[in-house]
């Protein structure tokens, strides 16, 4: 195994310590090295990526290196620099929990059937050919707005699992997490971290999925359609 694998490997003990709440021991979770996977599950379009049935799709490749352990939040890591990794990471897991609740998704078993749909699917992605300008990461054409994806629910996600990992003392900008910022056509995450105020810290004992369906801050609400007008406005000129 590669050190970079190894390296990706070893942050779930990282997050789990630093996310207890919201990485409790009965939800896996799998970080895989970019450059472990085969040929052509490659793709040097994105930093990271995971979806719903990121477990699914890599479920192949998890049981032949023996790391299977049934479903799971699953998040690829495209770095082999070791402090990129984590924030990376944090980035990725910030995508897991914004997703809500929803028990039938984990009760939906590995089957040869599922999981070659989902390696599809995920290979579409990857060909942007095939793929939704709003379903690539971090990318967009005119049409799409640059932070398709990433909206005010992963944007609060991602300002808690920053604010939890500085708490466990593991700190990342929010630049090196890609929080926001200019790749998104948004305010940069700092922005975004002082309008959320001092959410983080006050709803610290709650899982950060159960936050997300909560009312937006009033500063944070403004903030985000500020960023998201001025594109229309722009688009709209064009």
Known sequence: MSNTATQVEAMEDLFRRALPLDLPPERNLYFIAHGSLPDWFQNGLCRGWTGPFADVAYGRYLRLVGRWKGRGYCCVINSDNAFEMVAIGMHEVSHCL??????????????????????????????????????????????????????????????????????????????????????????????????????PMHWRDRPIVDLCDEPLPERFKRLWLCDTEAWREKHEAA
């Not at 942007?128 to 629910?153: F, S, V, Y």
């Not at 998104?184 to 971290?193: A, C, E, V």
Request: proline share 7%.
């Open 98 to 199: 914004e997703r809500p609740r929803d028990p039938q998704l984990w009760r939906v078993a590995l089957d040869d059937a599922l999981m070659e749909s989902s390696v599809q699917r995920i290979c579409d992605l990857h060909d942007r050919t095939k793929t939704p300008p709003d379903e690539i990461n971090g990318l967009a054409t005119d049409d799409t707005p640059q932070w398709a994806g990433h909206g005010p629910r992963f944007l609060r996600a991602a300002i808690h699992v920053h604010y939890r990992m500085a708490s466990a003392g593991v700190h990342r900008s929010a630049g090196s997490m890609y929080l926001a910022g200019s790749n998104y056509g948004l305010s940069p995450g700092d922005h975004y971290i002082e309008a959320l105020g001092n959410e």
